[in-house]
Each structure stands twice: as C-alpha cells, then as structure tokens.
Antibody, heavy 123, light 107 residues
C-alpha cells in the first residue's frame, strides 16, 4: 500500500523557518517525480514545487521562489520542503504527492497524496 | 500562467442525478487535464487523468471528456459518497494550476 506521511508542520512567526518532511513507502520512491501542494484554510489547491527522480530538476511557483527549497533523499525514501522567510499567506495544509505519468505523453497527475501537515504563520 | 475556471462553483443535486461540471483553460492544454475529488478534512484523490482516463479503482459512473480549452467531468448517477468538492488541474506547463473548485451538495 502506498503511504505518504508528512511531518514538521506547526506554528511559526512571520519571517521564521520550518522544514517539512514526507516519508514514502509502498512504492519505488526513486522512480517518481514528487511534489508539494498546499491548501490555505477554506481555500482551493495550489501547487508549490516539483522535483525530478534524481533531484536534478526542481520547479516551483513564483510565490515561493527564493524562499522555499524542495529536496529529496532517495536512500531514505523522503521528500523535504525547506521554508524560509515565512509569511502569513503561507499558512496552509501542505500535502506531499507523487506524480504519475500517462504513457510517453508526458501528461502527469498527482497520483498519491499524504494526509497533509498544517503550517500556521502568525505572530 | 494558465487560468483554470470551473463552473458552476457550487451545485445542489440529488442521489441518482446526472451531474456535469465544466472546466475551461485560458489557453489550449491539449488533454493535459486531471480531475480530483476532495472530501472535508481529507487529501484530494485523482479521479480522471489525461482528460478522459479513469484512475484505477474509481467507479465507472465518473467520466471525463474534452480537449484544448474545454473539459467536462460527468457523474452518471450520483451516490451519497460523491458529495464533495471537485477540482480540475492542468499539467501542460508550470506553474501547475487548479480550478477554484466545485462544491457538490445534497439537494
């Protein structure tokens, strides 16, 4: 059974830092692109960042560029999100997700999701 | 960025109804379109990928269609467990973007 378990969320003051982790099991982690997606309270979904299987390619939404860094450790089957210079508007549940791909088309989708970890940025 | 617009934003329906949700992209995305279902307090779950491919384990009452800029998610006969929020999402180009969601409520 595929499992993604996030941890590391909590309350932090504006300008502070937090590191989220996602422990993966039940699938061959090193073969998958991985992502972070967030959801502000009562709001919709927002993609945050992607990372390629070997960590060589990283992409992120403009709102977090220069502040958030996605990384992975394939030996530990783990995905990370280092969040610096946090802002009130970063308050959200952060989900990690694996990216499935359909054939050779390049069409990707968020295949499996963790339960999420809540990050609250407030003074 | 590609904007994804869903309609309606909310919808009331009864068990057994046929329901259609639409999603429009601000530019052509071929069939790089996925649909998700989210229930309160839970993570989203993929229903349809590549516009019309049914994810394994998803009931066949769910179907998707469309290409280019206009897409639809259809539930052929609503069941009680289908009342949830539905999101479309494009994976044509980064930033990956989602629609604002459609809340499906019991009439």
């Amino acid at each position: 059974e595929v499992q993604l378990v996030e941890s590391g969320g909590g309350l932090v003051q504006p300008g502070g830092s937090l590191r989220l982790s996602c422990a993966a099991s039940g699938f061959t982690f090193r073969n998958y692109w991985m992502s972070w997606v967030r959801q502000a309270p009562g709001k919709g979904l927002q993609w945050v960042a992607n990372i390629k299987q070997d960590g060589s390619v990283k992409k992120s939404v403009d709102a977090v560029k220069g502040r958030f860094t996605i990384s992975r450790d394939n030996a530990k089957n783990s995905l990370y999100l280092q969040m610096n210079s946090l802002r009130v508007e970063d308050t959200a549940v952060y989900f990690c997700a694996s990216l499935g791909h359909w054939g050779l088309s390049g069409i990707s989708y968020f295949e499996s999701w963790g339960q999420g970890t809540l990050v609250t940025v407030s003074s | 960025d590609i904007q994804m617009t869903q309609s309606p934003s909310s919808l009331s329906a009864s068990v057994g109804d046929r329901v259609t949700i639409t999603c429009r992209a601000s530019q052509s995305i071929s069939t790089y379109l996925n649909w998700y279902q989210q229930k309160p307090g839970r993570a989203p779950k993929v229903l349809i990928y590549a516009a019309s491919s049914l994810q394994s384990g998803v009931p066949s009452r769910f179907s998707g269609s469309g290409s280019g800029t206009d897409f639809t998610l259809t539930i052929s006969s609503l069941q009680l467990e289908d009342f949830a929020i539905y999101y479309c999402q494009q994976s044509y180009i980064t930033p990956i973007t989602f629609g604002q969601g459609t809340r499906l409520e019991i009439k």
